[in-house]
Every structure is written in structure tokens, then in C-alpha cells.
């Protein structure tokens, strides 16, 4: 049914009303009714925020409002242009849900001048979509998130519409051009909706936009061609496009509750072509047109302030009031600055406002995971390397596997990976669930379902962004990785920790699920694979950021990689890097020994030392990191044999961050802890997983960090043997043994030095001609002596 | 004209071959011609590699084979999927490239078991397409980059095709599904021809691939949306696979030479819609089918070693020696191992094969840019701060202006930027060129062309990639971006700085022109925009990489940038990272100063000073970036105040990697120098760019790393003032005055802290009113005293 002329009329109104509050935002310090003509004194000094994209994020959000009402659907909205922040807080504070979080800022003419000054005032609300603005989840600071976070709030949540405002500028980067196959993933009983609307307003900073720029009808093929049936609205006259948008909407959202009631009778239900928007309007719409001689409106040249000399250009004043006033305030707000009735009633209201989506404050809905206990899985272990070598990352994914299990009915656990899940030995999962997957299905495929709780795609992008979506609404997950190529998704690690500081320090954002990295087929066991698949630069990436928010762990075994999982998946708030290897190994310690280990997250391992843990050592031997532990403890064998007598203490560190102090990070250890497990005098050498710079980093405030002598990862490497990676970065048992000797019995230096080489002459002999390490090497176990 | 029986037979023979030397590589040691049965001693102890993929690669290549000869075409080959190099090499056995480039293994018997046995030994040949693989540019072991590379490569080589394999697990990756957007940048006259043929073989390691999964019309749709033409050849018979490939490979060399002459008529050109192969054979193709009861051809089981137990089930040995002996060796190969003269006349010769295509070893072809005297646009600068304040980058850009005009005949250097060089004030370089652009283009655009020196989208991948590719085909380039979205690359540059590493270990591998960024709208700067914008973390991940690779600038003024900036663009085989500023800013040095310095790479500013060089000081105050040089110099004034008499030696770093010991770095500097400007006792107060680790890093070796005080970015950032970034980060000048007074007056560390919290909340309270700056912050100038 076409919407009546005083229908219309309130749409445009509230429309109005949205783009006066995101201009005033932009411009005003004062005099925010225009109640009197608008002086220099009005204006901020520094104009910040971008109007471009801003009237259309506000033409689709009035449009949703009246879908939401018509149809009372729950929906939270994905701004992917965060830039169009000033439109988002408009419709917030129209909602009421602005006062509600912010109470010092009322529906009234001091609130509202308030609400202008502080948008991108110090301190004051920033220029993006970021946490602070109720109702977000994607801060759309830095581009193309939103459509893979939009995917990732609608797993499992059927009675949840996502509509996803996707910038034409974002659609060309990586991330969200590949998100569009998100579609092959979201079973369309199970899971909600998501309806990604690409808005093209023709232009980025600078330049024009590809999709803007390419003909309507390839543009359509490009989007049927994703799996989706496109829809398109576009014009520029606001009542012939407001009819357009509503008729539009009306047809996709009948569209919608055919494609679910019609996969709700089938099993395995059919992939649907969801609808999907093309929304043309133009950049900058009802801005100036023409500024000094230059189209404005409809160009790049609105993308951030349309009129920017207002400060010292009485013409641009005096168009900036024309603009201001073009909006007819005076029918919009009363005099005491309050939106007017018929806008109030125009806005849905309590939580089914976009504002206020529950979803949009995951940490609300949040319940813990069910937890086996993660003791059942345990190795047995009575003294070190007596079990059968393991894979500990299947260890591991037989617990997993009952996490599966006893939440299946609260559809509220997941893990994903790029197509790595098997190949990082978490297989086991799979006698729980399936990987979900929408796309055709033929009889030789094992694994696949249309509902599962597996997400895999080769795609570490996709996988990152699906789990945030996932977490940020309130739920929990899991992501397992190759260490090396974890790094292309640094950047949006870089904006989730980002994020994760920003809702600290907002009360009413309520702690989320944290997200868990696991990095398997890490530095150390890319020995086949080569140079290309061998970097531990993400530990150093996780350290630069913010201690409130990462956590960093090198579980030595299986055993410890249990005890370490469970804790992950039961904080909240935190990024954690678990970093353990697939290949099987030994296990040290028993489950007790274990807890107690990886709860004190680091200690002296009297049993691999040669000396009391009181007495004094000659030298520390201490270690990181599963292949690194290995070493460390082939390493006191091995000086057993070159030095006799030597008095070796040794120490692993399972919680990277115990090393730093309790000031820079809340796992680090006290000054008298740290000092009586590495004392002030004795030699420390350490064998690490990553880049020895980091240990330095952590331990630069401790009075004894000038004794730390760290072997880790140089950057060496190539197709060789697993052994031999760790000889070609010094952190083998020769390496570390020959060490110990140089700082704590110079004088024997020379002498085992020789044992040295000829060790490493008779290593690399083997290796050349048998293609594999040496069997003293390959069949190592820790023996008590 | 379709093929003769006698053609197909000899493609096929062909295909064998290649195929049996790719089996060869995984499994053989000994044995290579099968003179005799195979016993476990002829099979390597570790079996390595990837066949899934490389059947589809060697029919793909022994059919543009085919069209070479036919056509005398120059074609360089890019593989995607990388790790299927075992049929890359064996092409390049067969055309003999490999022998000429690795004279230990020639066509013969010996030269096939040796050539068999490296594979994937240690030291031997990796696995993937890497550098040490003739005719390659893309390794392909991270996944993703090869169809953005392909572009890259083709941009102004009109005359080269680059067919460019993708692979349909790569298809899925965020890179790859913005590359295909690529053919809206590429010119149908003055750039190259890039065939994309996406291999659709079903599976990635564990699961199906999207886009092997939609039908056929939706696959169609999506290409035809991503503006190609799409053939399709699909099947499993190899006999009617040959036909059709010949038959379809010559209907899209025909539609190529018909849309380059149609091309050539126009001006400017339409956009073609460039055909592209959609080619569907089985994964693992010629594998066993069943093995052990289960389909190993045509499924992911085939993905790697589709036997992988021939060393210990001699049914798996039987089943492996007669899929070797099906592609029929003793009619491919002589007594002694050569090729028979029928294959070896089917590849193309000379510079013709695709494995020394001229392109793929870019240093041979590269010619030195023609550069202007960077001195020419200096700043005029008698005395530090005396200038106007200027824009470092656009002065830069005035100089790139030049650049792109000096080398336009050559047509061989370009400016890459994500949406952003004029926003990072380059837009000089539009008075000598435009932004190519194959899109439509509209009355009021600017700048755009359909042939142009600046390539802009908004994906920091593509730039990257394009950028790699133009480089290692023997071009030059420059790419300019936000700081904080650069880690957007950050695995890029990982394999580039790796590929790099590689080739210096290749003498055949020329030295190729130096990969350069520039950051700016750098972390100091992005106040306006916030905390998502905010992050130098980009300098740690290059410090982490190999010296021999990297090299990081941080010039202080617009006439240091110049100097640096012209250095770098005559750079070979480096990563050259140059951090600097857009907004404007004072100049300290003139021209030869500047030259002076940046060639020091340090110094110690005797102007900057309150004691003689050669005095000792009471604190060094040292600084490397603009605004800590800024912030640096601003605390001397405050100290002559503050502490009138201390005497401060003032030292600005341009060029990082100095602080390394030359041990570490080759542009460290020795120990004497080092200690001459740090001297061993004084306190050093140092204001860094970025994370203060990084300097503690490089400082990590020198005697007087301990009294480093370095003050950097600490993670804390917010809409707020550029300067009240600096306070938040205590790199402002108050805080760096209050520390060297800390260091060298302790005694005055309590008067002087009072004056300091004294200026801060002065700050702070004219932050909160202003929205801006002071005005004794914002309208600093060095005063000599």
C-alpha cells in the first residue's frame, strides 16, 4: 500500500530533523535553534566530521524506523561509512536512547548545544561510529568491516535483521568484497538475516567509486552473481525517493519473510538469493549545491565539510545558515529545543529502537559457556615424556568437542577457521557438529551441514570479522590459525583491541566474550613449507597493544594447552593469543601440575633443573614455547654431558606477561617473585617462540633484564628439517647448551665450543643426506639423568 | 582450426611428462626413470608437496604453449596456486630454462633424480613458486596475491600477456576478491593483457571451494558482474579436455587481438570486458581414483601426497609405481633420461618460454628513473623556523611532479595510494598527470584519465599488490597511505620482504628498484580523526625484518624529506618505510644541511644546543620524527627556562637503523661514532615516533643502552588537539623538559614537576574551553634562545 501525503510528510520531517542535528553537529557551538542569525562566534574553531555520507545513512535509517514499526522486527544496524557518525548520534538522540545513556545530554536547547559542541570536541564524541555511540558495533574508522561483522551478529540469531549500510568506498577493499560470499554460509532457518544495502554515492575522499562507475546492469550481475537478488532505489527528489524506499523496503522485507517461511518447510533448506539494496543518492544531498563557483553537492566535495571557510567567509556563513534554516528547524523543535511530538511518535520505541538493539551490547546478553572439565581430557603423565607422544592441539579438540556438545542447545558457541580447522589437528570437533555450509553439497564431502558449528573459508579476513560480529553480540568463539598469515588480519585485530580500551571505559557497555586465537602450524613446524609460512611477528603485534586487553600464552604441552583453553574461554574482554603446535610431542607435566603451572604462569621446573630450587644457580635456562621447551630440556641433557657439575635452574613461562612488571601489565609478577625465580646475578638464557626483542621488551624494568641472553626466532629460514630450523636460529639444545657455558663457566668456552661443532658439522651431514634430522635428535626424551 | 589427432597426441605426451616429473618430485629419491621396479629406497623419507593442484597447472601451461608458438606471444605466467610448483618445475625442466639457470641439473638421468630428490628437501627447491623458481614473480604460499600481481606486472607493458591462474581456495581470500576490480584501472592500450583462468578444482586443504559450488550460472554472472567475459572448459577426459582448451584458448586470443585494435581506434579506449577462463578439472587429476576405499582424485584427499603411506604399505608402493608408469615415461623420455625431441620441440624457445619471460626477472629489465634535482625544490631556510611553515608532503609532491615528468616517455614509474594522495597533500603530481581510470567519468571529475601515472582505489591490498608486481617487473613505484591503515598489508609486505631476502641470495635474480612508502597522516596527526586512526605499529613490523631488506626514514622537514625521498627512489632491492607529516610545519635545515644529515643518517644539531658539541652535556635530548623533532626542540626552549644553564646537546635520528650496531644493521654506525654522539654517561631523553620499544630494540647492543629514556606512542590516543596527543603520549615538550631535568638535575625534579602540572592544566583547561590548542603550543618557532 503506497504511503499516504502525511505519511510522507513525517518521513521527510524526521529526515530533516536528523540532518539538521548531523550539520549542527559539524558546525555549531552556540545558538543551536538558530533562534537568532547565526555569527562567527557560533561556528567551532576546528570543523571536523564528514556530511557526505550522512543524509543518506539518515534517509535509510527513518526508512528502517518504519519498517520496524510497521512490522515490529528487531533490527540492529551496521553503519559501515562510521564516518557519518554526526547522522547516527542524530538519530540517537531523536530516539531518546542518546539522554538515556548520557543523561547530561536531554532532548532540550541546552542538550542540544551540548550535543554539538562535543561532536569531535576534545574528549567529546568522536568522528566514527565508534563504541561510545549507542547501538554500534562497527566503529567504521577504519573501511570495510561491516558487511563481515553484519554476518557475524546474524549466526545464530533468527529473530535478528541485520541491515548492513555498505559504503561504496569500502566495497573495494579486500575484506568486503569478499565478505558478499558470506551468503554461503548463513542457513536461513537458523541464523537471521542480514540485508546489505550499497550505498553509492558516487565518490570516496578524492576519487569517483568503481561501483558507482560501472554500468547498472554489470553492477546487478555482480551482486546476482554473489548469490543475491539486487534491488535498487535511486534519485535525488526526496518525496519521489521517499515513496521509492518505502515501496522498495516493503517488497524486500515481504521478500525476506517468504525466503525464511519457505526455508523453514525445507530440509536442508535451500540457499535463498536474499534481497540485497542498492541505494543511489547523491554525495552530500540537500548541502549546498554550488559553493564559490564549484558543484558541491553530488561530488567529492562534500565529502567531509562542505563549506569550510565559514569562520573567515561571510558568503560561506551565510550559506551555511541558508543550509541550516533549509531544514525548517522551527517546525522540528519546539522552543525549548525538544523534537516535536509527531517526530517522537515517528521513532520505534523501548528496544525495538536500532539504537538499543540488545544485540548491539553483546555483553547484556551474554551467558558463560558450559565447560567440561577440562581435567577429563588430561595426558596421563606420571613423570615427564613417559605418555605416548600427542598432538596437543587434538587434545584439545576433543575438549572442544564436548564445549560443542554441551552448548548445542544454546547456539552460542562457534569456531572458525581458514580451512585449517582439520589441518591444525582440532578434527575431532567434527563428532559434534559439522561445518556449516549453504553452498552445494556432493555425496564424497564429509563434515558438511547446513547447520553446524564450524565456520571454515579460506578467508582469515572473513573469519576474524565473522567471530567479532559474533562476539560483540554476545556471544562466544573460537579462531585457529596458521601463525605466519594471522598477520593479514592485523589490522582488524588491531581496531577489535581498539574497541575492546573504548568499552572499558564505558559503563554501560557490559564485558564481552574475549576473543581466543589459536596459532597451530606455528614458526617452528613450517619446516616443509618454507621461508613464506615462517613468522612469529603477531606475539609482537598482541604486545604493542593495550595490557587491559591482551593476554599471551605458550602453553609447553598438552596438558597445559587444556588448563589454558578452559581459562580463554572463560574471560571476557580480552584478546587471547594461544600459540601450540599440531605435531605430536611430549607432555611434562600431569593435570595438576599443570593447573598449578599455568595459574602462576610461570616457575622453576626443579625437575628438569640440576640444582635445588633454593641453592643458587650458575646459569638460568628458561624458556617459551612449546618446540623452545623441547630445546630448553634437550639443552640440560645435553650440558649434562658437556659440563658436568653445571648447576642449571630451569624455568618456563607459560603467561608471556608475568615478565613484565605489575605496572605495565596486571599478569606481571612482583619484583621479589621475578627476583627469586631469575635472581639478580645468575646468566639467563632463554629460548623463546618469537622474536627475542619481545622478551626484552617485557623484562626492560627489571633490575636483572641486562642478564637476559634470549634465542628466538632471526628471520632464518627455508624448506629444511624441523631441527634444523631451530639450529639455523640458534635456539636448538646446542645453541642454548653451548650458551649456558659462555656466561657461566667462560673458561670452559673454548672446549665446548668444539663439542659444538662438530655436533652441528655431524647435524647438517645427516640432514644432507638423509632429508631428515638425526635419530638422537628425532627420538629425544627427557631422562632424569 | 581445430587440432590434429598428431597435435593433440604431442600436448598430451606433453601433459604426461610434465605430470610425471611432478610425481617424480614428491615421491622419488632414486630411480627416476623407472628402469626399474620402485622400491621403498627410492622414495624420500618425508613426503612433501602438493599435487591436487598441479595436473589443472600443467595442462593450463602446456596449452598457452601451444598459443606461444602459434602466436609469438610474450607471456608471463603467474601461478596462484603457488604451492602446486612441482608442475611449475617441471615445465621448466622441460624447456630446459632450468638447466641454464642450475647447470648441476641438466636433461639427463643424473639431473632427474637430483632434480626429483631436492624437491622439498632441505636447502633444496621449496615447495612453492618462490624465487629460486625461474619465470616466477609470485610464490604463492600465502594465498591470494596473484591475480593483483598480474595487474602490476601488466600495467604499461602493452605488449606482454599474463595469464594468471587462480585457484578457487585463493578466489576466497579478501585480496583476491577486489583484485578481479582491477580491469577498471588497466588500459586496453597502453597496459597489458591480464587472462585470468580461475581453476575451479573443487577443494581447498579440507572443504569445497565457494565458488566451485554455485551454479554455473551464478559463477558466470559473477564475472560477467566483475565486468570480464567468461569462457568456460570443463571436464575430465583428457583427449576432449585437450580439444576444447585448444579450441577456447584460441576463441579468447582472438577476442584479446580484437579488443586491443578496437582499443587502439578510440580516445579514449572503452573499457573492454576482457575475457577470462573458468576452467573445471578434477582435483588430484590423474591421481589414483580409489585408495583405500576412498575417492582420492577428484576430492580434497588429493590435496597434498595422495599416497601417503608408500613407505610402509606396499599396496600404497604398487598403487604409486602404477600411476607413475601411466603417464607412460619410457615414451617420454630417452635411455639416458632427455626428453624426447618431440616434447622438447613443442615448448616455445628462447626468450618465448614462459619460464624466462624477461619480465620475471624485473632487474634485468630495469632502467634508472630520470630524476630532478630534489635541491631545486628546496625550502629556503637561513635560519631554523625562518620559513613559512610548509607541508613536507606537498613540497615532496612538487618534486614527484617532476619525477612522473622526467620519466613519461619511459612510462615506468607510478604512485599508488588508497583514495589518499591528495589528502596526503601530494596533488602537485595532477599539474604533470592524472589518475588512470577506466571507469565512466563524469563532466565534473578531476583528474581522472584513462591514462595516468597515479593508480587510487580504496584497498591498501590492491595498491600493494599492484605496486609489487610493477616493481619486480622491473619498474619503479611509490606508495603513500595512513599510517594506521598500512597494517591493512602487513602480511604483503611480509612475503615481499621475504621474497626480497631470497633473491639476494640468487645471483641471477637482478636487483629490482626499492618498494617505497610513505606514511603520513601519521599517528600525531590523526587527533581529529581519533583512536581507530591512531598507530605507528607499522615501524615495529618492518624493524622485524631482515636488515639486508629494510630501511626506515624519519626526516624532520620538508628539505630532509626531499633528501631522503630521492634516495630511496634510487634504491635497489630494498623496503624503504619514510614517515612524515602533511600538515604545515617549519623547516630547520637549508638544502646542504639537510643533505649532511640525511647522509649521516644522525647528528648531533650544535643550533639546537645549549652546549658546544664537543662539551659534555648534562643531557642528550634526541629525537627522530617530525613531530617529536618539533615537540624536542620545543623542550629546549622551555629548559632555558625552566632550568637555565643545564647543559642539553640535542640530536635528531633521520635514519633509524644508525642506532644499530653495524653488526646488526649496515647502516648502523660503530660503536666510536655511536658513543661519540651519546656519549657513554649522560641521560639520553629521547622523543620517538613511534612504540618506544622499537628504539630500545636497536639500542639494544650499544654500552649505553641503559640510559636511554625514550618517550613514544604508549597506546593512548582519543578525539582531542594534535598537541594534547603528544601530552596523553608524554612526548610533549613539557614532559620531555620535565625528564631531562629528572636525569640531570634530580635535585630540581620536585620544583621543577610543579611547574609542569602547572602547564598542564593550564593545557588541559584551555583544551576544554577552545576545542584547540594554546596558542604559545600552536604558535611555537624556535628561537635561538
Known amino acids: 500500500m503506497p504511503l499516504t501525503v502525511e505519511e510522507i510528510a513525517g518521513i521527510h520531517a524526521y529526515w530533516r530533523a536528523a540532518n539538521y542535528l548531523s550539520v549542527g553537529q559539524i558546525y555549531l557551538r552556540n545558538n543551536p535553534l538558530l533562534h537568532r542569525p547565526l555569527t562567527v562566534n557560533d561556528i567551532k574553531p576546528r570543523l571536523l566530521g564528514h556530511f557526505g555520507t550522512t543524509p543518506g545513512l539518515n534517509f535509510v535509517y527513518v526508512h528502517l524506523n518504519r519498517i520496524i514499526k510497521a512490522r515490529r522486527l528487531s533490527m540492529l544496524l551496521i553503519t559501515g561509512p562510521g564516518h557519518g557518525a554526526p547522522g547516527i548520534l542524530a538519530n540517537t538522540f531523536l530516539e531518546g536512547s542518546y539522554s538515556e545513556t548520557y543523561p547530561n545530554i536531554q532532548q532540550d536547547a541546552d542538550g ?49 535483521i541485520v541491515p548492513c549500510i555498505v559504503g561504496d568506498g569500502e566495497a573495494e577493499t579486500g575484506t568486503l568484497a569478499t565478505s558478499w560470499h558470506s551468503n554461503k554460509f548463513l542457513n536461513p532457518v537458523t541464523d537471521g538475516t542480514v540485508l546489505p544495502i550499497l550505498h553509492l554515492n558516487g565518490y570516496k575522499i578524492a576519487n569517483p567509486t568503481v561501483l558507482a562507475r560501472i554500468p547498472q546492469e554489470e553492477l546487478e550481475q555482480l551482486f546476482r552473481g554473489y548469490g543475491y537478488t539486487p534491488y535498487t532505489v535511486e534519485g535525488d527528489d526526496p518525496e519521489v525517493m521517499h515513496r521509492k524506499m518505502a515501496e522498495t523496503l516493503d517488497r524486500i522485507f515481504d521478500h525476506i519473510t517468504v525466503i525464511r517461511a519457505d526455508a523453514a518447510s525445507q530440509y536442508p533448506p535451500q540457499r535463498p538469493a536474499w534481497p540485497m539494496l542498492i541505494l543511489r543518492t547523491p554525495k552530500g544531498w540537500t548541502s549546498p549545491h554550488m559553493v564559490d563557483g564549484k558543484q558541491v553537492e553530488g561530488t567529492w566535495r562534500s565529502h567531509q565539510v562542505p563549506l569550510d571557510e565559514v569562520r573567515s567567509n561571510p558568503e560561506h556563513l551565510t550559506l551555511l545558515e541558508e543550509w541550516l534554516r533549509s531544514y525548517k528547524p522551527e517546525e522540528l523543535f519546539d522552543n525549548r529545543g525538544r523534537p516535536v511530538p509527531q517526530l517522537l511518535n515517528l521513532a520505534p520505541k523501548g528496544d525495538l529502537r536500532m539504537s538499543v538493539n540488545p544485540s548491539a551490547n553483546g555483553g547484556e546478553l551474554l551467558k558463560p559457556l558450559v565447560l567440561p572439565d577440562f581435567r577429563d581430557y588430561a595426558v596421563k603423565c606420571n613423570v615427564p615424556c613417559d605418555a605416548n607422544e600427542v598432538s596437543a592441539t587434538k587434545i584439545l579438540g576433543d575438549y572442544l568437542r564436548d564445549v560443542i556438545r554441551y552448548n548445542a542447545g544454546s547456539r552460542n558457541f562457534r569456531i572458525f577457521g581458514p580451512d585449517e580447522t582439520a589441518s591444525n589437528r582440532l578434527q575431532d570437533v567434527y563428532q559434534a557438529t559439522s561445518k556449516q555450509w549453504e553452498g552445494e553439497v556432493l555425496p564424497v564431502d564429509e563434515n558438511l551441514a547446513a547447520d553446524g558449528r564450524v565456520l571454515e573459508v579460506l578467508s582469515e579476513n572473513l573469519c576474524q570479522g565473522w567471530l567479532e560480529g559474533y562476539l560483540l553480540t554476545g556471544r562466544h568463539g573460537f579462531f585457529s590459525c596458521y601463525e605466519a598469515f594471522i598477520h593479514i588480519i592485523d589490522s582488524m585485530f588491531n581496531q577489535h583491541a581498539k574497541w575492546l580500551k ?153 603467561d608471556l606477561f608475568t615478565l613484565e612488571t605489575p605496572g605495565e601489565h596486571p599478569h606481571g609478577i612482583d619484583d621479589e617473585n621475578f627476583e627469586r625465580i631469575f635472581d639478580q646475578e645468575s646468566p639467563v638464557v632463554m629460548a623463546f617462540h618469537g622474536y627475542p626483542t619481545v622478551v626484552h621488551k617485557l623484562t626492560y624494568k627489571r633490575r636483572n633484564h641486562a642478564s637476559f641472553h634470549v634465542h628466538g626466532f632471526r628471520g632464518e629460514g627455508t624448506t629444511t628439517t624441523p631441527f634444523d630450523m631451530t639450529v639455523l636460529n640458534q635456539i636448538d639444545r646446542f645453541s642454548l647448551a653451548l650458551d649456558c657455558v659462555k656466561y657461566a663457566l667462560p673458561g670452559e668456552h673454548d672446549r665446548v665450543r668444539q663439542l659444538y661443532s662438530e655436533k652441528m658439522q655431524q647435524h647438517k651431514l645427516y640432514v644432507a643426506e638423509h632429508g631428515e634430522d638425526m635419530p638422537e635428535v628425532r627420538d629425544w626424551k627427557w631422562a632424569a639423568n
Open 112 to 160: 542540544l548545544k551540548l550535543f554539538f559542541k562535543q561532536f569531535s570536541w576534545p574528549y567529546g564524541i568522536p568522528s566514527h561510529c565508534a563504541a561510545n555511540v549507542p547501538g554500534s558495533i562497527n566503529e567504521g574508522g577504519e573501511l570495510g568491516y561491516s558487511l563481515v561483522h553484519a554476518y557475524g551478529a546474524a549466526f545464530d540469531n533468527p529473530n535478528l
Open 502 to 654: 573504548a568499552c572499558k571505559e564505558l559503563p554501560w557497555r557490559k564485558p564481552i566474550a574475549s576473543l581466543t586465537y589459536l596459532l597451530s602450524s606455528h614458526v617452528w613446524r613450517q619446516d616443509h613449507n618454507g621461508f613464506s609460512h615462517q613468522d612469529p611477528g603477531f606475539i609482537d603485534h598482541v604486545a604493542n597493544k593495550q595490557s587491559e586487553v591482551t593476554r599471551i600464552y605458550f602453553p609447553p604441552d598438552a596438558n597445559c594447552l587444556l588448563s589454558v583453553g578452559d581459562h580463554c574461554l572463560r574471560s571476557r574482554n580480552y584478546i587471547n593469543l594461544i600459540i601450540a603446535g599440531k605435531q605430536p610431542t611430549h607432555t611434562y607435566l600431569n593435570m595438576d601440575e599443570a593447573v598449578r603451572h599455568c595459574t602462576e604462569g610461570l616457575g622453576i621446573w626443579a625437575w628438569a633443573s640440576t640444582c635445588a630450587p633454593e641453592e643458587k644457580p650458575d646459569v638460568i635456562l628458561a624458556c617459551a614455547g612449546d618446540v623452545p621447551t623441547m630445546e630448553a630440556l634437550a639443552a640440560v641433557t645435553v650440558l649434562r654431558n658437556w659440563a658436568p657439575g653445571l648447576k642449571v635452574r630451569f624455568v618456563n613461562i607459560v
